[in-house]
């Protein structure tokens, strides 16, 4: 933790690191409850979602594979709502799936998907998601208590491989992450798509343009908002965690973490104001604080 926290200039140190191999498995999604505190985290282990407490602890382990309709087949992410449920986008089956923290499946949503992938939900406990395959972007309103679907909307296409997503809790912004295919052996790039609570586009940058600004190429796997509504993401190819600023002074380049990390997958923050950084390279999850 030390030599983690002499590397990160916005003074972030490693507070916590949960699971590691064998209780994580290929982790994909981490989310955090915004009144608990509580961390549900996705994987392909065999009880699909793992559920911690501030403190570290594994609280519950569910979604284990079944021949059932509220089973998780192959999770690609996972929010919480704030009223408190875990909404899991299943790639095994082309499905969005709502549980309470007990486990029970209270909601399963499937028509009119072709790969849902990223998720977040928003204050109000709305839930917006990326369709990779469709490249669309959905808002999805439901009451999760009763296990009622009220609207599925697209509320965005044209997109190209879209993957995670995130919502500002404070202005409503939306961003997102594509991934741009490429001719020849390369593994392509990523841009990042900014759009106002309005659905407006505001800002994009892919990783060529970020390359003319910053040191070093991006290859952007997961986002998020931090609580001044900074634009946050990960990078693969760095292994890093780094700021690209507000919407209105998008791009700019702050590096937060660039020790310590594999390959981080996901992201997310506290309300603590903790930065949590899911690692599938040690099959890990990385608590930082200030």
């Not at 594999?262 to 104001?273: D, E, F, M, Q, R």
Request: proline share 5%.
């Amino acid at each position: 933790g030390g030599a983690a926290a002499a590397a990160v200039p916005a003074g972030l140190g490693l507070r916590l690191c949960l699971g590691g191999w064998g209780s994580l498995v290929n982790p994909t999604g981490v989310a955090a409850c915004p009144g608990s505190g509580r961390l549900a985290v996705a994987h392909d282990g065999k009880k699909r979602i793992h559920v911690f407490g501030p403190s570290g602890f594994c609280l519950r382990r569910f979604g284990e594979r079944e021949d059932t309709s509220n089973d998780i087949k192959y999770p690609l992410d996972v929010t919480v709502t704030s009223d408190g449920h875990v909404v899991v986008t299943d790639g095994g089956d082309c499905s969005v799936k709502a549980f309470d923290f007990e486990g029970r499946g209270v909601l399963a949503v499937r028509e009119g998907f072709c790969l849902p992938w990223g998720l977040d939900a928003t204050p109000k406990s709305q839930v917006i998601l990326t369709d990779s395959e469709a490249g669309a972007l959905y808002r999805l309103v439901a009451d999760f208590q009763r296990g009622k679907l009220k609207t599925c909307q697209m509320i965005w296409s044209r997109l190209v491989s879209p993957r995670a997503v995130a919502v500002c809790q404070t202005s409503g912004a939306v961003v997102i992450i594509e991934h741009l295919k490429a001719r020849g052996p390369s593994k392509g790039s990523t841009r990042v798509k900014i759009f106002s609570a309005e659905m407006d586009l505001i800002g994009q940058m892919d990783s060529f343009g970020l390359n003319l600004v910053f040191p070093s190429r991006i290859y952007a796997t997961a986002v998020a908002f931090d609580k001044e509504g900074r634009v946050i993401v990960t990078d693969v190819c760095s292994q890093a965690v780094i700021c690209l600023g507000k919407p209105e002074e998008f791009p700019i380049f702050n590096p937060l973490i660039s020790y310590g990390l594999s390959y981080p997958v996901g992201l997310t923050y506290t309300a603590n104001n903790s930065l949590v950084v899911l690692d599938s390279g040690d099959h890990s999850v990385k608590v930082y604080s200030s």
